[in-house]
């Protein structure tokens, strides 16, 4: 293989790493604030819809992103609504909320089947963008490559040195105690929740407007699923869910390489497999294993808090 | 209005004058006038429930008050309103003379009130320094500067902290310091303390009392709550006593007695436990524990090492213990629920019983009381029948030809709260409904009335107000009356010299030799029992 051969793989590794990495990083701030959205892999068809559906009625490429990051939060805000104020379980509105936003964007969708949309235009700089290698690599992206990028530096930021981070993760960690000092729990995860939301939104924003511009039905394809076993799969860490999301993308990419040069005799689908098995693997390693101590799952995860007394 | 507008603005005039440095006798004296919490007529329901009626009281400026009361007699809704956690319903908050209205836990940290919770309100998985952050209204950019701080200040108090350390690898008097030196960075005025001393070591009592009374010097008032009558004795100047969420007595805690205080409590005459003479439980041997080696259950747990430890029919044996030294594994490996590595690790009666699990122990004549109630010891959403079912089917024999008996399970949970005085509708009531310790008499009882050879009880009285502990207590040692072998595992040091004929210390996973109790000392078991983690605090006494 030479270097013509790998750049285009390389390219496609940031482009299917770069959904997986967006809708990872919110979950990953509402499962540290206490809540398990099963709903992501909803609430990205959503985004994916809506985004496709602006796009195409307005023009405007940025618009469709901005109503896919307002459809995936009022979806949240729905699953809020019902786990929060309503104290349902999470983890069956979480599912009920992907099901839901599966038929909900098939019916959007439906009129929109077969309709071609511009690819989102990527940020060039005149002269870096153009040179050998490099330029394509790191300098021709779309504003959601860089923005995903971008995003999880700013959650680990937030996350480690902000004090409002530092109070997401205590009510993560103890509702009850974040409580009786004096924090409304109830407001940091609806906040928590709605940015898992805007995350997801503009995750399917990504795949409907550049990973393939064009909507199809339930074109996510698991990928929400897979965010979320990444969220585990990184022991709730921004950097290692950053590294995550490119090695996941990458196992992706490579099982169609490998299935396009026929040169490797195991079958697609056992190739499909490897994120969830390699998600299992850690999760035993890291739960069962010496290193349990140091599973960073927040404690509170996917309890109901009830504030009574 | 307008003349409290006025008393607020003389008062702060006074205030100005003061820092101005002219040292104005009288301004002292009007200060001086209010005391620095004053309650009146406060008022609080929950549904089906008045948890605080019309409670009135006021606490002076560098005065220890202390609030007494049974468990359910409001004391912990009390203080909440206090802090800010709950709304009164009705009534008034007066704080230096002035009304106020407390909304919120930070509202009250900014009028000086601060407040160290029974149940910590700590955050495990972070250091200490995010601890005490997040206590903190505004602890300031500089984490450097908030750590040296802590440090100063912990050591001015005599409660040293490392500020880097994780919550969960400190030992739990340790832990109760953050929560006593995030208040003391907010130079609080008046303190609340919520049964602070419940899980410490006799020494560690000591040093609270230190820094306490040091406050107390610096002129910051302290409302003290405890089940601790001798503590309050020790350390208060006032008490006022709730029952039924009403207050019913105050008085000088330094000229009652015990006694006097805990018959004001229960509004009864009480009724200590009757303490056995010495020399009983000479019995055979019944159980023992040989060389019992275990990994903890729980991350962050602390290992069984080697523990050897011998119990005799009818005696009364207790392991005293900071909470989190191995208890639970302990009890967890002598009931069955974790399997020991060799058979011989745990012998009843002779027989190697190591590799046996609960229900086949039981039938042996083991039995045993966790520590936690809803969950452990019952399951919260059955009914009492379907717990007494559950844990005595086989020695009771409540089966028939495969099926359950009912009716006769039924009779047993009745003559369980008969015999124990188990407050509660009937036995179709659900157990997770009824009070901590109604249902701690009523897992306690049913495990009494099997007539268990060996008995194996954690924290019998955990929680459990001093009238239903006296019962539950004397049930014991009517038990080892009968020459049944009893292990008491509990914190609560009175309690362990009250009931035992032998006390052991469990810290770090190891258990020390078993003492006669009347010969033993509180200080010596206090050393024994150390901390978690920790080595015996030597010269700490």
Known sequence: MNIDTILPMLLTVIAAATPLLLASIGELVTEKSGVLNLGVEGMMLVGAVIAFAVTVGSGSALLGIIAAAFAGITLSLVFGLLTLTLMANQVATGLALTIFGIGVSSLIGSSYIGTPVEKLGALSIPGISDLPVIGPLLFGHDILVYGSVAMTVLVAWFLKSSRAGLILRAVGESDLSAHSIGYDVIKVRYLAVMFGGLCSGIAGAYLSLSYTPMWVEGMTAGRGWIALALVAFASWRPWRVLGGAYIFGGVTILQLYLQGSGGIGIPSQVMNMLPYLATIIVLTVISAGPWRGRLDAPACLGKPFRPAS | ?541
């Open chain 2, 1 to 541: 209005m307008v003349v409290m507008m006025q008393r607020h603005m003389l008062h702060w005039r006074y205030r100005v004058w003061r820092g101005s440095g002219l040292g104005m006798e009288p301004s002292d004296k009007a200060v001086k006038e209010h005391p620095r919490l004053e309650l009146s007529g406060i008022t609080k329901a929950f549904p089906g429930v008045i948890a605080n009626s019309d409670v009135s009281f006021k606490v002076a400026p560098g005065e220890i008050h202390a609030l007494l009361g049974e468990n359910g007699a409001g004391k912990s809704t009390l203080v909440k309103q206090i802090y800010g956690i709950l709304k009164p319903d009705s009534g008034a908050i007066v704080w230096d003379g002035r009304e106020v209205d407390v909304p919120s836990p930070h509202a009250a940290r900014t009028l000086g009130i601060g407040m160290v919770f029974q149940h910590f309100s700590l955050f495990e998985a972070m250091t200490v320094l995010d601890n005490v952050a997040l206590g903190m209204d505004d602890p300031g950019k500089d984490r450097a500067a908030l750590a040296k701080r802590i440090r100063e200040v912990s050591e001015s108090y005599g409660l040293p902290l490392d500020p880097a350390r994780e919550v969960h690898t400190l030992s739990v008097g340790e832990r109760q310091r953050i929560e006593v030196v995030r208040c003391l960075l907010q130079s609080p005025r008046l303190l609340v303390m919520d049964e602070p001393t419940s899980v410490l070591t006799p020494q560690e009592v000591g040093k609270l009392f230190e820094t306490l009374r040091k406050l107390k010097a610096e002129g910051c008032s302290i409302l003290y709550i405890s089940h601790k009558l001798n503590e309050i004795k020790e350390l208060c100047d006032q008490a006022t006593i709730l029952r039924g969420g009403k207050v019913v007595a105050a008085c000088d805690p330094r000229e009652e007695t015990a006694r006097s205080m805990a018959q004001l409590m229960i509004g009864a005459e009480f009724r200590s436990v009757a303490r056995r003479e010495a020399g009983k439980g000479t019995g055979p041997i019944r159980m023992e524990l040989k060389a019992l080696s275990m990994a903890p259950e729980m991350a962050h747990g602390v290992p069984l090492k080697s523990i050897n430890l011998s119990l005799r029919g009818g005696e009364i044996l207790g392991i005293a213990g900071v909470a989190g030294n191995g208890q639970g594994d302990l009890l967890a490996a002598i009931a069955g629920e974790r399997k020991a590595a060799t058979p011989g690790a745990v012998i009843v009666d002779g027989k190697p019983v190591g590799r046996l699990g609960p229900a086949a122990r039981r039938k042996l004549g083991l039995c045993t009381v966790p520590e936690e109630r809803n969950g452990h010891g019952a399951v919260p959403d059955m009914s009492l029948t379907d717990n007494a079912m559950l844990s005595a089917h086989k020695r009771m024999g409540f089966m028939k030809g495969g099926f359950l008996d009912t009716a006769k399970a039924r009779g047993f949970a009745a003559e369980v709260i008969k015999r124990f005085d188990v407050r509660t509708p009937g036995t179709e009531t659900a157990a997770g409904s009824l009070s901590g310790g109604n249902l701690q008499k009523f897992i306690v009882g049913r495990e009494i009335l099997q007539k268990p050879e060996i008995l194996v009880v954690a924290q019998p009285t955990w929680g459990v107000d001093a009238a239903a502990a006296a019962t539950i207590q004397q049930a014991l040692v009517d038990l080892a009356g009968t020459g049944s072998a009893i292990l008491v595992i509990s914190q609560d040091l009175d309690e362990l010299l009250t009931l035992s004929d032998r006390i052991a210390v469990i810290n770090a996973g190891q258990v020390s030799e078993a003492m006669p109790a009347s010969t033993v000392s509180v200080e010596e078991i206090g050393l024994l029992m150390g901390g978690i983690h920790g080595t015996p605090e030597k010269g700490a006494a």
